[in-house]
């Protein structure tokens, strides 16, 4: 029976529906480690950083082989493993650290990105309609915020940072190529949302743009913009890109370019805006 390790949202070691997951919080925040950097070794030295950051115990070489073996002991349960002996073959001792081995297929994060190069593949030959359904599949994966259940040490931050981006930018993927299909109507409530949790984000605020504009709601496009631009000068101090302020006026004149690649074909929100302003 296999095991099913996740990281993209609560920590999970799973296998036959039922958790083998260590409780308490250092072995689960080191396990969390081992799953992100499975298949190859993690330095002990990498592994007291994550734990106590810059400072140490004293006892730290042994404290942290402690909590190997508590992992270990949690691998053993699982009925495909079946004792400590056979769970050092699946979590490995080296001179220098640790390696967890695994199946990649048994790793959200793994399916996660596997799912997304897939889709990248479709999206590069124009296969929009399975682009979309890939891409969608991928942030399927996902149960919530990275390790949310897990105290997060420098490393541990630093691939959650990471992975979030990550699952944004898949999201921004999705939704590009969703717009070339022209579902722009269905595609309102979730965009105008998404814009609120990213009050500064511009290609989310785009596709707002473009979305409400292919659903004749030019005037509620342009005022997304302008609450864009009043968000970026009061916390930032900004202007809206030249990018952006293109497809403002794109939208301000109703460029019939706008509407051109609703059935499907190249282009991204932005890059639309940019040829529409170059036509002017």
Not at 30 to 56: F, G, K, M, Q, Y
């Amino acid at each position: 029976m296999s095991m099913e390790f996740g990281v993209l949202g609560p920590l999970t070691l799973e296998s036959g529906g039922r958790s083998f997951l260590p409780t308490a919080p250092k072995p689960k925040q080191l396990l969390a480690l081992l799953v992100l950097n499975a298949n190859r070794v993690t330095s002990a030295a990498a592994c007291i950083e994550e734990l106590w950051h810059s400072d140490p115990p004293a006892t730290a070489g042994s404290t942290l082989q402690t909590y190997v073996l508590h992992i270990r002991k949690a691998l053993g349960l699982v009925p495909g493993v079946g004792s400590l002996t056979a769970a050092r073959g699946i979590l490995k001792t080296y001179d220098y650290g640790y390696e967890l081995e695994v199946c990649p297929d048994d790793v959200d994060v793994y399916r996660f990105g596997m799912l997304v190069r897939e889709g990248q593949r479709a999206q590069d030959r124009g296969h929009d309609h399975r682009a979309a359904e890939l891409f969608g599949q991928a942030l399927d994966v996902w149960r919530g915020d990275v390790l949310v259940d897990v105290q997060l040490g420098p490393s541990l931050q630093v691939h959650a940072r990471g992975l979030e981006e990550a699952r944004l930018g898949v999201w921004e993927r999705r939704i590009e190529a969703e717009l070339r299909l022209g579902r722009h109507h269905r595609l309102l409530s979730e965009l105008a949302s998404t814009a609120a949790r990213y009050p500064v984000h511009e290609n989310i605020h785009a596709q707002l743009m473009v979305a409400l504009y292919r659903s004749g709601r030019q005037t509620d496009a342009l005022a997304v913009f302008q609450r864009l631009r009043a968000v970026l000068r009061r916390e930032l101090g900004l202007d809206p890109s030249v990018k952006l302020q293109r497809l403002y006026q794109a939208v301000l004149r109703a460029d019939p370019l706008l509407d051109i690649h609703l059935g499907g074909g190249p282009g991204l929100s932005l890059d639309l805006a940019v040829e529409a302003a170059r036509s002017a």
